[in-house]
C-alpha cells in the first residue's frame, strides 16, 4: 500500500510539474500565468490536504481489511492444504492395496 501512495504521489507531483510547464510556455503575459499557477496551486493544495485527511482518516478502517483480508488467505491455504493431505493418504492406502 504504501508503494501505491508513493506512487500516486509522484504521479500528482507530475501533473502539477506538466502543467506548471505548460503554463510558463504559454503565449500569454507572465501576471496572468503567476495569477493562474498561484490559483490551481491553491485548489490543488486544497485538495490534497482533504484527500491526506480521508486517507488518515480510514487509516484503520484500511488496515482492518488488510488483515481481514490476509486471514481469508490464510485460511484458504489452511484448507486447501489439508484437502491435499486428505488426498495424500487416499491415494497412499490405495497404491498400498494395490502393493499388497
Do not use: W
Not at 3 to 23: F, H, S, W
Request: charged share 25%; net charge positive.
Amino acid at each position: 500500500m504504501k508503494k501505491r501512495t508513493e506512487n500516486l504521489i509522484i504521479l500528482l507531483i507530475g501533473l502539477c510539474l506538466g502543467a506548471l510547464i505548460g503554463m510558463l510556455s504559454t503565449p500569454t503575459t507572465g501576471s496572468v500565468v503567476r495569477s493562474g499557477l498561484i490559483y490551481s496551486l491553491k485548489s490543488y493544495r486544497k485538495k490534497l490536504q482533504a484527500f491526506i485527511l480521508k486517507l488518515m482518516g480510514n487509516k484503520n478502517d484500511i488496515i482492518n481489511q488488510a488483515k481481514n483480508t490476509g486471514k481469508e488467505v490464510i485460511s484458504d491455504v489452511v484448507s486447501s492444504a489439508e484437502k491435499i493431505l486428505k488426498e495424500l493418504d487416499t491415494l497412499t492406502e490405495q497404491l498400498g492395496q494395490k502393493v499388497h
